[in-house]
């Protein structure tokens, strides 16, 4: 019999209404199946190895980035079929739960180390996430006003009021309840496949109706194919911002009318949909039909001018557009914007939520401010938790949109942090099914391992850049490591200081007392 991780003499707060759909709904959400097309195809068409541009492995980090979330995203659906209590506290209650089950005393005596580390690290990546998002979201309302007011710009104040408004928006709606949300997100999902489908054929027509017009790769094995290593390992860890949040179903345990069964399968749907279809056609698209005459190339070099472009997807858009109809191409990049801006919405919201219920399983555990516990009586969600975090979102934006350092920096710190959670669940997943019976070696042994590896592989390229990349790029990284080493130090005097420590190593004690092993 698996753990019950809930905790001693809780009753059920949450309102069970997800179904299968609800559940991935919320996870693609997240993943926002072609926002991040248009937000961080400028920076990878910016990056550089030694001088040289690595966007012509643009395509091939993404397939590195969604094979490794693949293997993460299996180890999560893994996690949660043998551990469905895990209810909203997704991989901080399974890393407590692998060690629980295990027979050993030595093991056991790591299972709320573990769940303390896995916890304060997830918020690195899902208390920071959001903030990025904002200022995405704030950065496309520029772009729609400058083109609207035809080359006219909005200054730092204003994008930082429309952080915040974005933020409180975002904000109520999650206040609102888990319901509300997923109607956004299944609209949102909707909205934009079918229009980002669209564009990808729109862009693919194109290249087979001019087929001579300066493109930078020579044809569709140009884009599919590895050319360089170093540069596809650059090119995925900017690609892995694409693909994050699919591990977000897991926290939805306690609203699932059947966790046991739905929140392994929608892990999987989300990301196969969002990344095994969306975003690699979308990229395969985009790169095929990436040229002179579409991206106006400086000296030669498209990845140049897309690098140097506020927006190279609306500048594709609307050169396509217009050569293949005749006009109508500013108002198709504008329309196109706007999906985004939606998805951008929908995208904060999701990791939103996922957030407070981390954040609502460690405080009811005592392991953080009792004040992130509070559960609204009406709409069943962590109401201090979400205001407190719409807040923190909008500081982060007004940050991140002062500049494109400022930007990269979190975005870089969020990522780690992404890695060191994906990798650890990899982790995880090898300790929990160490010594079960049902115990397989490809499906939780290899496939784990090799996620392992990969997270492993992906973080020490993020460092590696902050040492050999030289200039802005290799500032920013470092000053995000700074940040992830703050964090980590902090959460070390935080459990230290902790005025609830007792009370939490009490519920530990007591669920430890009452584990069932497997």
Not at 211 to 225: D, K, M, R, S, T
Not at 256 to 279: M, N, S
């Amino acid at each position: 019999m698996s753990t019950d991780l809930s905790p001693p003499g809780a009753t059920p707060v949450f309102k069970r209404s997800l179904s299968l759909t609800g559940v991935t709904v919320n996870g693609m959400a997240l993943i926002a199946p072609g926002a991040f097309l248009w937000t961080t195809f400028q920076e990878q068409a910016a990056q550089t190895n030694h001088g040289a541009a690595t966007g012509g492995s643009m395509w091939t980090g993404l397939i590195f980035a969604f094979v490794l979330a693949m293997f993460t995203a299996w180890s999560y659906s893994q996690l949660a079929k043998i551990y469905p209590n895990a209810g909203t506290g997704s991989t901080y209650y399974f890393a407590e739960a692998a060690f629980l089950d295990r027979k050993s005393e030595a093991h056991r005596r790591f299972a709320r180390p573990a769940k303390l580390a896995f916890g304060w690290i997830s918020h690195l990546y899902y208390w920071i996430y959001p903030g990025i998002m904002i200022a995405f979201i704030a950065t496309i309302v520029g772009y729609l006003y400058s083109d609207l007011d035809h080359g006219g710009q909005l200054g730092w104040p204003v994008l930082s009021l429309i952080a915040v408004v974005a933020a409180a928006l975002v904000g109520y709606v999650a206040y609102r309840g888990i319901s509300g949300s997923t109607t956004v997100a299944l609209a949102i999902n909707v909205i934009q496949i079918v229009t980002l489908v669209a564009v990808s054929a729109i862009f693919i027509a194109y290249r087979i109706i001019y087929p001579h017009a300066g493109y930078i790769q020579p044809n569709a094995g140009g884009v599919l194919l590895p050319h360089d290593f170093v540069n596809l390992l650059y090119q995925s860890t900017i690609a892995i911002l694409l693909l994050v949040g699919f591990e977000s179903i897991t926290s939805l345990g306690s609203e699932a009318l059947k966790p046991e069964r739905d929140i392994q399968r929608g892990v999987l749907i989300a990301l196969a949909i969002q990344g095994g279809f969306c975003y690699l056609l979308e990229y395969f698209s985009s790169d095929f039909v990436l040229g002179k005459a579409t991206m106006a190339g400086v000296n030669g070099a498209p990845y140049v001018a897309a690098g140097n472009d506020g927006a190279p997807i609306g500048t594709l858009i609307t050169n396509v557009v217009d050569r293949l109809f005749g006009g109508g191409g500013e108002a198709a990049a504008m329309a196109v914007a706007l999906t985004v801006l939606l998805a951008l919405l929908g995208t904060t919201l999701a990791c939103m939520n996922t957030a407070v219920r981390l954040s609502y399983s460690m405080a009811k555990d005592k392991e953080l401010p009792s004040v992130l516990g509070i559960l609204h009586g009406r709409f069943a969600t962590p109401v201090a938790g979400v205001w407190i975090l719409a807040g923190i979102s909008a500081v982060i934006g007004i940050y991140g949109v002062h500049t494109v350092d400022n930007l990269t920096q979190i975005t870089l710190a969020s990522n780690i942090g992404t890695f060191l959670v994906y990798g650890i669940t990899c982790a995880i997943t090898l300790i929990a099914f160490a010594s079960r019976h049902d115990s397989h070696v490809v499906k939780h042994k290899i496939v784990p391992g090799l996620g392992l590896a990969m997270n492993l592989v992906e973080l020490a390229g993020v460092v590696y850049l902050a040492l050999a990349g030289g200039g802005s790029g290799a500032t920013d990284a470092v000053k995000a490591i700074i940040i992830v080493a703050i964090w980590i130090v902090a959460g070390v005097a935080w459990v230290l200081l902790n005025p609830l420590r007792g009370h939490a190593e009490r519920i530990h004690q007591e669920r430890l007392g009452s584990t069932a092993i497997s």
